[in-house]
């Protein structure tokens, strides 16, 4: 049960930060900024699509369809959230599971777009733009990442 609480607060704290930090970006009055020369910049962007702006819809169809995929996405990433077993995976999942959240209500609210804001690039070379959803998101799958490899490790030690 505790896990669950865990969970569920960071998904939740993850979604209040998300909406919080969304509306003060909003009403800035820059229109870019460079954060760090050379790797990531202010930009803000709407975005369509999904990672990398895949699945770009520009039609009302598409919209609602993008948006319930992502609801049935989300349902499985909090049922799985609801099972986790670990401290680490529950920290995990709710980082998911609150990034989740946050792209989906953006769809929501502003007709089927999420608002982008952090261009990451190497020098000159573009590689992304994300927002704090998406960086919940990346955060949850690293911290899965690293208990998957740690359980692998005690697994090996517990055999030797």
């Not at 919209?63 to 049922?79: C, D, N």
């Amino acid at each position: 049960m505790r896990l669950r609480a865990f969970a569920i607060s960071l998904a939740l704290l993850s979604l209040a930060a998300n909406i919080v930090f969304q509306h003060v970006l909003m009403q800035a009055r820059v229109a870019r900024a460079v954060l760090i020369p050379g790797l990531a910049d202010f930009r803000p962007a709407w975005n369509n699509g999904v990672s990398f702006s895949l699945l770009t819809q520009d039609s009302a169809t598409g919209r609602y369809l993008l948006i319930a995929l992502l609801g049935v996405v989300t349902a499985g990433v909090l049922v799985v959230m609801w099972r986790a077993t670990s401290r680490l995976s529950s920290a995990g999942l709710g980082l998911i599971a609150g990034g989740a959240m946050g792209n989906l209500l953006d769809r929501i609210r502003y007709e089927g777009a999420v608002f982008d804001f952090l261009a990451l690039h190497l020098g000159r070379m573009p590689l992304f733009v994300c927002n704090l959803p998406d960086i919940f998101i990346s955060a949850g799958v690293v911290l899965l990442l690293a208990e998957s490899l740690f359980a692998k490790q005690s697994a090996r030690d517990f055999a030797e």
